[in-house]
């Protein structure tokens, strides 16, 4: 049994695996326990190249909350936020617009008690402990209503946890009911896992995931592409992670399919 660290809630199981704390690992974070990085390690086993795809992945999440921010958007709502890392959503969009706002949402404890460390003193910024299965505790929420307008457009970021929800959890309804709430010139921003380039490798990857309380679901692009039902949109459309407004069209690569990730950004009309 290993010791719990001060800041481990009591309430963290530590030899479940999380797949926040796994998405940390693979990223380069320090915020996992030994079972998040054995679930990891096999994973990279099964895909060595997982850890350059979760970098491509939050390279993603950047440039989309660059295009959002510079179309006008200065409220954001990340859900399934993870474990604070370089790159957060309101260093990002505060680089690219003053004053951005932004509401991290996840079910993790260590992600949120992490995250609550991060913006403490931030009185734009909040960390909500929800999850994403019952949207309209998040959109109702106090903390959230303190920092965001609702009725002026904001941006909702669901990247890589859309495909933790299962189909009997209703996500297309999920979705449906948090495009409802936002306001006309609101964006959902979406990435989600996918086996359409690599099937045998990212089976494996799902086959993984069931240690944790949080198993992949995997959806085709013609699967995932009703998540944007109600929304226009933006150009290139539903594409590989890599092939969304690169930095440089040099950084797209041969295979963009690798990256296991189908990606895009649509907006309320």
Known sequence: MQRRPDWVPESVDMERPSAARIYDYLLGGSHNFAADRDVARKAIAAMPDLPVQAQANRAFLRRAVQYVAQAGIRQFLDIGS????????????RRAVDGARVVYVDIDPVAVAHSRALVSADDGVTVIQEDLRRPDRIVDHADLCAVLDLDQPVAVLMVAILHVIPDTDDPFGIVA?????LASGSYLVVAHGTDDSRPVEVEELRRLSEKTATPMTL???AEVAPFFAGFELVEPGLVWAPQWHPDAADDIGEHPERSSNLVGVGRKP
């Open 177 to 181: 009911r948090l495009r409802d709430r």
């Open 82 to 93: 993870g474990i604070p890392t370089l790159g957060n959503v309101h260093e990002v969009g």
């Open 219 to 221: 959806r085709t692009h």
